[in-house]
């Protein structure tokens, strides 16, 4: 199980952002990714391994952590960057976090 | 480039069966697996399984052992997912995704909204 925190959270363009996702289980491998989703969309893929930005990823985006607890850190945020972010623990049975929402304070 | 398309949204009653279709273009087909996740009205990520189209080997969610079945069909590069006796709290958006040698899930479909109403 994923549990991510906060459950909101609310900032202004311009600040920093960190979100949590805490596995039950330590993540071997360092499976984990995060997903940016926006309203009526399919999730993106931003962070995977943890720390990998995927391709054409702002490096505003990094992603940290290990075991069971990982860390999405946006720095500097852009206006597109409010958006509902999720962590997956990916493999052979796959388990999503239940999401953070950004939000434009 | 690689693409996923799915099936167009789907209004069923709640007992009947929905058959979502998934097809793929821009890579070999059989070179990777297939997961289906499923979005509900507000709601989060629920992953629901996969299928490995080389072998149609597949694999499920607890929450949907029961009634779900995932085939493909090589020949036109396209995977589905069947989910049968529908109920409301089925309503959601209903997504495949290709996924990398690692199970990450790398390209996205662009869902498949499926209503279940009386």
């Known amino acids: 199980v994923l549990t991510q925190s906060p459950g909101t959270l609310s900032l202004s363009p311009g600040e920093s952002a960190t979100l949590s996702c805490r596995a039950s289980?330590?993540?071997?491998?360092?499976?984990l990714a995060w997903f940016q989703q926006k309203p009526g969309q399919a999730p993106r893929l931003l962070i995977y391994?943890?720390?990998s930005r995927a391709t054409g990823v702002p490096r505003r985006f990094s992603g940290s952590g290990s075991g069971t607890d990982f860390t999405l850190t946006i720095s500097r945020l852009e206006p597109e960057d409010f958006a509902v972010y999720y962590c997956?623990?990916?493999?052979?049975?796959?388990?999503f976090g239940q999401g953070t929402r950004l939000e434009i304070k | 480039q690689v693409q996923l398309v799915q099936s167009g949204a789907e209004v069923k009653k709640p007992g009947a069966s929905v058959k979502v279709s998934c097809r793929t273009s821009?890579?070999?087909?059989?070179?990777?697996?297939i997961h289906w996740v499923r979005q509900a009205p507000g709601q989060g990520l629920e992953w629901m399984g996969w299928?490995?189209?080389?072998?149609?080997?597949?694999k499920y969610a607890q929450n949907f052992q029961d009634r779900i079945t995932m085939t493909r069909d090589t020949s036109i590069s396209t995977a589905y997912m069947e989910l049968s006796s529908l109920r409301s709290d089925d309503t959601a958006v209903y997504y495949c995704?290709?996924?990398?040698?690692?199970?990450?899930?790398?390209?996205w479909g662009q869902g498949t909204l499926v209503t279940v109403s009386s």
């Open positions: 995704a290709r996924v990398n040698d690692q199970g990450l899930p790398d390209y």
């Open positions: 821009g890579y070999t087909f059989t070179g990777h697996y």
């Open positions: 299928i490995k189209p080389n072998s149609g080997d597949t």
């Open positions: 289980q330590s993540v071997t491998t360092n499976f």
């Open positions: 391994g943890a720390s």
């Open positions: 997956l623990r990916y493999g052979s049975s796959p388990s």
